[in-house]
């Protein structure tokens, strides 16, 4: 969870040290060239697909309507390194006010319930060899099912560099009306990528509750039966978290209608 709470939290400039970063940067740097050149070609068509004849320009209207267009979707490629990082800036304010408005800054550890530590401690050796198998089934499932949380954390970075890498290209189709739907899909799926970070963190939180509220111990029960039960209503409070933070992407795209 720990981890979780710091890779979320974290901006991709600073992610590793920030060495993934510049690479990115220099990619984007590279690809704006080629965006440029695309950015005319597809003025070029939308030109031609939006005015019926050469009379159409004549018209002051029509010829500023074109003008602005152009200027804007040039803004957008030259600065889309700036307009995407504002955006994502935006997204971890939303995730900082979830966290402070949840009052779990940080992870806080499981504490055992007081009769199954009473009950534990009273075990003798050959009470204890079941309960170490439990135990080692429990922190088995628990550790890969934590791995597979962490690995979708780490996939979202992975598309942030992705996104930023590339974002000349699509952006560029804003130069013209036919292809500039192009353009607002990008930008709907890196918001929703961005977003990705404040439905994990809100599946975080909502883990952290359930977690803190231990399950209701039978005292008269078996030790091995303690255990079980806490283990098995932990790994199932995981197995909903693991689902909701694997389906964050899914969960987000349907939000915004991507």
């Not at 710091?6 to 590793?16: A, I, M, R």
């Not at 009379?55 to 010829?63: G, V």
């Not at 050796?125 to 089934?137: D, G, K, N, Q, Y």
Request: with cysteine.
């Amino acid at each position: 969870m720990s981890e979780i709470w710091q890779l979320v939290t974290q901006s991709p400039e600073d992610f590793k040290g920030g060495s993934i970063w510049s690479v990115i940067v220099n990619i984007h740097g590279a690809v704006k060239a080629i965006g440029l050149a695309l950015l005319v070609l597809f003025f070029v068509v939308g030109v031609m697909k939006t005015c019926g004849s050469f009379a159409e320009l004549k018209k002051p209207e029509h010829a500023i309507k074109l003008f602005v267009r152009f200027a804007i979707a040039k803004g957008v490629v030259t600065y889309g390194l700036e307009l995407m990082m504002a955006l994502f800036k935006i997204v971890q304010g939303l995730i900082s006010t979830i966290m402070n408005a949840s009052g779990l800054g940080t992870a806080d550890q499981t504490v055992l319930p007081a009769e199954m530590v009473t009950a534990i401690e009273n075990c003798g050796f050959f009470e204890s060899v079941p309960l170490w198998a439990v135990t080692l089934i429990g922190s088995l499932v628990i550790t890969v099912l934590s791995f597979i949380m962490i690995m979708s954390v780490y996939g979202r970075f992975f598309k942030l560099y992705l996104y930023t890498a590339l974002a000349p290209v699509p952006l560029s189709t804003f130069a013209g009306e036919p292809t500039q739907n192009v353009g607002k899909s990008f930008i709907k799926s890196y918001a929703a990528v961005c977003l990705e970070g404040a439905v994990i963190i809100l599946a975080c939180v909502i883990f952290s509750l359930f977690a803190s509220s231990p399950p209701e111990i039978d005292p008269n029960a078996a030790p091995v039966s303690m255990v079980w039960s806490y283990i098995a209503e932990l790994i199932f409070n995981m197995l909903v978290l693991v689902g909701a933070v694997k389906m964050s992407d899914k969960i987000v795209h349907e939000m915004l209608g991507v």
